[in-house]
Each structure stands twice: as structure tokens, then as C-alpha cells.
């Protein structure tokens, strides 16, 4: 399409309101996301505030280890996307099919240590409900914490396989050679969710791994 | 100059035909239609259990229905009207049909997402009638727990999903209505000639982005502990049943405003039109609507004053409350100054006008009542709250929005509706309303309490009233079902503008082509230019899009 | 009253409900004058300002800041007004006096039990006496219910895993209604009684009709053995646990820094949750008893524990 720059929806004046539209709407979209994941966090300082003890022993009990690779497996996905978007606006179209390659890979390697994780807490005895396998007094709040964890990270999952199937989509429009230099907009908004996404970790992992930890 | 003629002109509803050409249509137009029969099928639903309620309520004892159908009855009541009918009503149907015209753009800013949102909403529904034929829901609309997570024997997951689902209507609808108004005005329209039906949307708008996904992730919450027993809200585990109190309220009280605020719209729209005059405080009115958006965050805890919550947090937000009643108030005395001096006719239209800003008006002083602490705390949960909402979204809203649909009827069919019925339609509807919902407030102040099955032999003469009303107001809402219907095939045909209103929609066909405009209008004189001289939209091509 | 037949006004049978109706009142007169204020103007522009010919047109009047700035600020004076008002009379509803008669109420679904210090327990009534505060000390079994008195204006949700406490004093004998008004499930409106107020002799001679099982409080002294909290409570601090003598009311110092006044809810929670606030100085030992005391077995250790008062070293107080 030799004048794509100038292609654009029928609704629109021309090729930049579309863009325009497209950007606010993506960062509207994401505003409300951060409404519906902000409800847990309010939940969660909450209880936290009422069972600092019971939190702190709960947290504690999370494979920090696996957590932090977790971590640093996001932001790396964040980065490689980075890069997809520049790519895109570069129109070099080879490097951005193998960025959003990537960051898929990595957003695999990520849900597949989550998955992990939940199959161990699953033979700990650590999920919420009648097989809920700890006792004492700190048992209920404890419980409430891991109902936090499955529910927070659940949803962050959520997210993430909604994102990898966005990435999906970006690729076989990128194999199409839809995007260019004048026209990189999907792009660009998939990336702003995917960082969204990452962020919304940033925030869980702290508040879900660390608490009550030292260094030693 | 050409006649208006009758003759196949091609616009958005001949442009093709067929089912499919409907369910994939992306015209905001047809997609307004699509709304259109949703929300009036919810809202006969909605209406069929308020009939069994309120039979049943005729005698003190349980003995039409047994208390487990009460409850499920007045629980659906409540979903049904205010997720399937109140929220989308007038943003729907209205909002879409009229937003891209009054702004001079051909579509909305995203057509397809426009089209998913119908499909969401629908699929909500369907979710939530799926519930009701399973034998419903029993926990009221607000969904209290530990009831409604660990008590209650009734399809809850099952509800709460439906209007999970629907939820994410409404947010793509406010996100598309944000977007559009921000960057498809056409040449011209700043954001003070905007109509205040536009800034009345946007405003609404605001509060579907930011209120709607904290209803989601509650209900969510809710879902999840029916079904994988989380145990965010199981006190025996410590879990704090003020939380989703405040959760829940924290988006349940701004949608009250969603479902006033765009009928607030309307009537602006309305007064001006058949008082042929611009409204009265024009930018006064506009900010009143954002006020209103956002004061109506900070006083979800009003809800809450005899729940246990602290005694400051009551304080603060009684007070917040008082605060969120003067745009309300603002409004009331700018639409009535517009009336002054004015040329004053009583189409149905104005009739409903007239009548949402009289029943407004006392819905919204029974609000203080309630918001000021040392009466609340004997009206809470009595029949007093009741009749103070139903004054509003009853009164007031299915007022507008009954208003706002014959005002665009003309518009949206190129027929008009049979006059003289339509006023007496409005006028049985005006009575009804009154004869059901005052008597509530006197029993709301004896000490009725809501949701009750059976009731005090005392009660009876004031609950025999309000049933009576309530059948004098179904006869009302019957009949512009029925010879709204009937224009569509015998209605007289109507011209571009038989109101003779000013606004760029009144500029164009009726019914309008698929693209609205011919040319993109070039905007060069403020909103409700009554009294100025061949005011009206410049088409840079040459001529208006059609005379 | 009007005789209608039927009741259009409550009775007013506490020392609240005079006041409440008063504002009740001030409120209505203000909507009666501002509802008919609009309605009028409503129908005389209506009238006057009539369309006479279809192609009249009216000088456009854009607006008038100084009648925007009047009905706004006058509104919000007036309301300012009403929550003040308001205001006050809630805080006189939240704090109840020091010399009240305090009475336990558990909630279950459908049903109220309440019970007196000397050990009577009422089904569905509540037996009170006039002209003497009294204040309700509630919790809830299961779901929120509400506890609702029209007659006396007051009402006060009852939450599970809490105390709510509401307060009034009866001004008039008679019978009034009690209402459950949270929705709290299927027999939500069947869990109704009465609220009987007795003259105060009538009530003494109520009381003494006998009890069985004896006192609140001496109940609670027996749970207090039983289950073995008087061998770590002793009266003085020796124990491994802190003196519970002159508790209610009292600032307690709290590990981690914080502090806290010992009300009814700290308790509560420390007998079902002892770990949620330990006392400064003193090892998290005390087992939890969830499971091994009800409800109405808290509230009897609770009023034994009011009775522990002021000097150090007395021992149990009848």
C-alpha cells in the first residue's frame, strides 16, 4: 500500500486524529484497568493493615526465588517489547517480528514458572478452601493472604495470556507487512498494555513476596 | 429549496436490509437500535417483577408468593432495571445515536468496539436470564456478604457473572464516548458549543472508566469465593464484612449518577428546544455535570452510616454528601430560569420535562434527608430510601429517557408519534408515578423496612395505594410501547426538523444517511443559537447537507 | 393523630425521637418550600409564557452570574446547616452514657436473643424499663442483620466476628416494633418482635420473676475457670498474662509501639484472636478459642471481666 500513511477509517478526518483516537483510547482502556486490579489492593492493605503477622508468615512461605526470576523475566519482556515498538517505527520489519517473538517467549517462561508455583502451593496445601492445610492462630489470615495471592496473580495471568494473544496477532499482521514507518499504531498501544502489565507485577511481587523478609 | 418527500432517499436504515446487515452493522445509528430492544426487553422483565411485588405487597401476609420468591423477586427486580435498563438506557440508545451527529463527525471513534459492546451487553443478559430461569438470585442487588458468599443457596456466581460481563459494556461505551469527544469534533465545535446532552455523556462517561471496573473486580471477588472458596470475605477466617460494603459502594453510588446524569442531559436539550431559548447558565450547568462526576466518588460511605463504620468517616461523608447536592440543585434553577420568558408549548417532550424537574427535584431533597446523619439513621433501609430512588431513576430518569425518545423519534424513524396520545400517556404516567412512590415515604418514616415479605397490619392502606399506582403507571408505559411501534408503519411523516430545534442533528434528514453529513460542518455559533438569525452550521462544500 | 384507621406518623417513645423528628421536620419544610417554589414558577411560566404563534421567538438571556452565585451559595448554606444538625445528633447517638444498662443481644438467622446482666434471656422481646439509658451490645451469629426500633428512632447494623453497640432510653411504656432491616435472607421479614418498656417498678418486678442459671456475669466467672483463663489472668501482673482487673476503658500498651483503649470488640478479639494485639511486655502464649466458647459464652466472660473493678487484688466481684 504505497500511500498507507494516508489510509485511514472512514470515521476519521485523516490518518493522525486516527492515531490520536487510538493512543487515548488505549491509555482510557488502561485506566481502567488500573481501577479494577486497584479494588484487590485495597483489599489487600486492608487485611494487611489488620494481620501484619499473619501476612508476613504466609509471605514468607512463596518461592522467592522462583518469584524474583519472575521478576526479572518481565521487565526483560518490557524491554524487548521496547524494542518491537522502535523497530515498528523504524519499519524494519524482521527485527520486529523477532522482538514480539521474544517477548512472547518470555511472557511464556513467565506463566510457566507462575503455573509452577501454583502446582506447588497445590501440594503444600496452601490454597484456599477445605484442603487449606494450615492451623493456629494465624490460620484464617493466612488464608485470606493466599486468597489474595491466587486472586491477584491470577488475574495478572489473566492479563498476560490476553497479551500473548494480542503479540500473536501483532506478528501475523506484521508477516502481512502491515505495519510501517507511517503506520505502527497497534504496535504501539499493545505495547503500552504489555508494560502496563509488567507494572502491575512490579507492584505484586513486593507486596506479595517480600513481606517481612531481611536480607541476610 | 427541495420538499421533503417520502420517496426512497437512501439513509441508514434502507441502506441494506437483512439480519445480517444489522447484527454486523457498525453504524452508531443501527447500533442505537440494537440497544434500543435490548433495554426495552429488560425493561418489561424489570417491570413484570415489580408487578408480582407489588401484588404481593397488596396483604399484610406472604400469600402470593412464598418468601424465598419475594426475595428473589425483588433482588432480580433490581439487577434487571439498573444494569439492563437505567445504565444503558439513555448512553445506549440515545448517546449513540445522537453524540457523533451533535458533534459533526460520521461515526463514533470506534465503530467495531461500539458494536462489541452491544454483543457484551446482550451476552450479560443473556447470563443473567440464564440465572433467572434456574431459579434466581435471593440477595438483593447490592449482594452483601458474608450472605451472598457464603449463605445464600441461590445461582449468585452465576448472576454476578452476567453483570460482570455487562459491566465491560459500559466501560467500552464510556471509553468510545471519551475518545470521540476529544478528537472527532468537527471544525468549530469547541468544547463550549458543545450541546449539554454532550457534556452531560462525557461527564457520565468519566464515571463508567473510573467506577464500573471496581464493581467487576468485586463481583469477581464474590464469584470467586462461591466458587473456589477464597475467603476474602468469610469472617470466621477474618474477613472484614465492611469491605465489600465499601467496595460495592464505591462504584454503586456514582452509577447512580450514571443513570441520572445523561437523562439530565436530555432535559436540557428539551427545555431549550420547546422554550425556544438557550439554557439558562450554559457553562454553569456544563460544570455542573463534571461536579457531579466527580463529588460523586467521594460519598459512597453514605450508604453506610449505621453499618458499623466509624463515626468520623459518617461525618465526612455526610458532609461530602450535602456538597454533591448543589450542582443537582444548580441545575434544577438553571433549567426553570430557561422556562422565563420563554415560548412555552407542551409537546410530550416538554411534558416529560416538566414533569422530571418537579419529581427531580423532590427525589433530590429526600436525598438530603438522607444524607443528613441523625435522620438517616432511622430511614435507612426503610421504604423512605426506596421512594428517594425510585423519585429519581423512576421519575426523573425513565422520564428523560421516555422524553428524549419522543423528542428524536422524528429523527431516528422520519415519523412522528400520535401527539395527543403521547401527552396522555405522559400525563397517566406522571400520576401513577406519584400515587405508587409517595405513600413510601410515609412508610419509610413509620418504619416499613425494605425488603420485606410480609409487613405490619398497619401498613396496608399506605402499600394498597402504592399498588394501585403502580398499575395506573403500567398502563402508562404500555401504551408508547404500542403506537411508538405503530408510527413506525402509520406515523406522519417527518421532516428535517419538526421541532424547529436548533443542533446540528436537526441540520440533517430524517432519518439520517449512513455517514450523518455530506460535508464535515464548519461550527460557527455557540449551542441553542434560538433568537439569532440563520444560525446554523456552515457546509464548506457549498450547501447544507440536505434542506 | 389522625384517626385514619391507620398510622401515618410513628410513635415517638425514646428521649431521641423528639429530637429527630424535629429535624425530620425542618427538613420537610425546607422540600415543601423548595419543591413548591419550583413547581409554582414551573406553572406560572408555563402559563404566562405560552406559545401564542408558532413563529414567536424569544430574546435569548444567556444567564446571570450573580443569581448563579445566589442559588448556589444559599443551598449550600442551608445544607451545611442540616448537616450540622445532623451531626450532632448522631455523635449523641454513637457515644452512649456511662450509667447505662447494658444488655447483650447475638442475632442469628431468623431470630433475636437478647440477655439482661442478672441472666435472663428473651426471645424475639426485649423487656426495658423507662426513663433509664440502655445500651444494646450486639453481634451476629452469621449474616449482617440490623437492629431497628422505629418507635425510638434508632437502628444499628449487627455484623458477624464484631460488637456493634446502639444506645436509647424509653420515654413511654407500650409495646413497639422491632424490625431486622438487613437483608439477611429468606425469613428476613419474619425476624420482627417487640420492644416491651416498663414502668421501672413493673420492670424490678419483671426482673425478679427469677432466672435461671443466674447472672451474666457469674456465668461468665464459671467459663472463666473452666477454661483455664484464671490460671495465667491473675489479679495483680504476676501472671503470665496481663490483670484483667478495671480492663474497660483502660489505655493498654501494645507490642509494636501502638496502644489502644480496651473496649468491648478488644475483648472479644482476644479471646478469639489472641494474637492480633498482644499486650507490650508479655509473650504471644494464649491460645485462640475459637470453637471452644459461643457467642453468648463471650459476652457472659465479657460482663464477668466489666465486673473486675478498680482495686488491684480483689477478687471476684458478685
Redesign the interface.
Known sequence: MSDSNLAH?????DAA?QH??SW??MW??L???I??????F??YT??RG??PAAFADASNRLDITLGTINTAVLILSSFTMALAVRSAQLGARRPLIACLGLTMALGAVFLGIKFTEYYQKFVEHLV???GFGLSGPLA??E??FF??Y??MTG?HALHMIIGLGLLTALIVKARRGRFSVAYNTPVEVIGLYWHFVDIVWIFLFPLLYLVGRHLQ | MNAVIAAPRRHYLNVNYGLKSWLLTTDHKRIAWLYLIGVTFFFFIGGFFATLIRLELLTPQ?DLVQ??TY?KLFTMHGVTMIFFFLIPSIPAVLGNFLI?IMIG???????RLNLASWYIYMLGGLFTLAAAAAGGV???W?F?T??SSI??NTHVALTVVGIFVTGFSS?LTG??F???V???RAPGMTWFRLPLFVWAHYATSIIF??????I???L??VA??RL?????F??????????FQ??FW?YSHPAVYIMILPGMGVISELIACF????V?????VAFSSLGIAVLSFLVWGHHM????QS?YA??IF??LS??V??PS??K???W??T????????DAPMLYS?GF??LF??GG??G??L????????V???YFVIAHFHYIMVGSAVMAYLGGIHFWWPKMTGRKYPEPLARLAAIIIFLGFNLTFFPQF?LG???M????????P?????NVMSSAGASILAVGYLLPLIYLIWSLRYGAVAGMNPWKAKGLEWEIPSPPPT?NFET?PLVTQEAY????ADAQAVYPSGEPANV | MPT???????DQASTMAG??DQ??FF?LG??VF??GL??I??IV??VK????SDD?????????LG??IF??LV??GL??V??V???????V??YPPNDALEINVVAK?WMWKAQHPEGHSEINELHIPSGKPVKLVMTSQ???H?F?V??F?????V????Y?TLWFEASKPGSY?L????????????M?GRIVVMEPTAFQAWLSGGAAGGSMASAGEKLFRSLGCVSCHLPNDAGRAPSLVGLLGKTVALQGGRSIVADENYVRESIL?PNAKVVAGYQPIMPTFKGLVSEEGVMQILAYVKSLKREEGAQVKK
Open positions: 477509517a472512514h470515521q476519521f478526518d486524529q490520536e483516537a487515548l483510547g482510557i482502556f485506566g481502567t484497568e481501577m479494577f486490579f486497584g479494588g484487590m485495597l483489599g486492608v487485611y489488620d494481620y484456599p478452601g477445605g484464617g489470615a488464608q485470606i486468597s489474595f491466587f486472586a488475574m | 406472604g418468601a424465598e426475595n457523533p463527525a460520521r461515526d463514533l471513534a470506534f465503530p435471593d440477595t438483593g447490592t452483601y458474608p450472605y449463605y445464600s466501560i471509553l468510545n471519551i475518545v470521540t476529544h478528537t472527532m472508566i473510573l467506577g464500573t471496573p471496581v467487576a473486580i468485586t469477581t471477588l470467586l469465593e473456589f472458596h477464597l475467603g476474602i468469610n469472617p470466621e477466617l477474618g474477613g472484614d464484612p465492611l469491605l465499601h467496595l464505591f422554550s425556544r431559548k438557550r439558562f447558565g450554559y457553562s454553569f452510616f449505621v453499618s458499623g463515626v459518617s461525618m455526610s458532609l450535602m456538597l447536592a448543589i440543585a444548580i434544577v434553577f438553571n426553570t430560569a422556562l422565563y420568558k420563554g415560548s412555552i408549548s407542551f416538566l424537574i418537579g427535584t423532590i431533597l429526600t438530603v434527608f444524607a443528613s446523619l441523625g435522620v438517616d439513621v432511622h435507612h433501609d426503610t410515609v418514616y413509620l418504619g423496612p425494605r425488603r420485606y415479605h410480609v409487613y405490619p398497619e401498613f396496608q392502606v399506605l455517514d464535515t443559537a434560538y433568537g439569532v | 385514619l384507621g391507620f398510622p401515618l406518623f410513628p429530637r429527630v429535624l425530620y427538613l425546607l422540600s423548595f419543591a419550583i413547581c414558577l414551573i411560566f408555563a409564557y405560552r406559545r401564542r414567536e421567538q424569544p430574546q435569548p438571556i444567556p444567564g446571570n443569581l448563579e442559588w448556589t443551598p449550600l445544607t451545611l442540616v448537616f444538625w445532623g451531626a450532632r445528633l448522631f455523635f447517638t454513637y438467622q452469621d449474616v449482617i440490623d431497628f422505629p418507635a428512632r434508632v437502628k444499628k447494623d455484623l458477624p466476628g464484631r456493634t416494633h424490625f431486622c432491616s438487613q437483608y439477611c435472607g429468606t425469613q428476613h421479614s419474619g420482627v484472636e
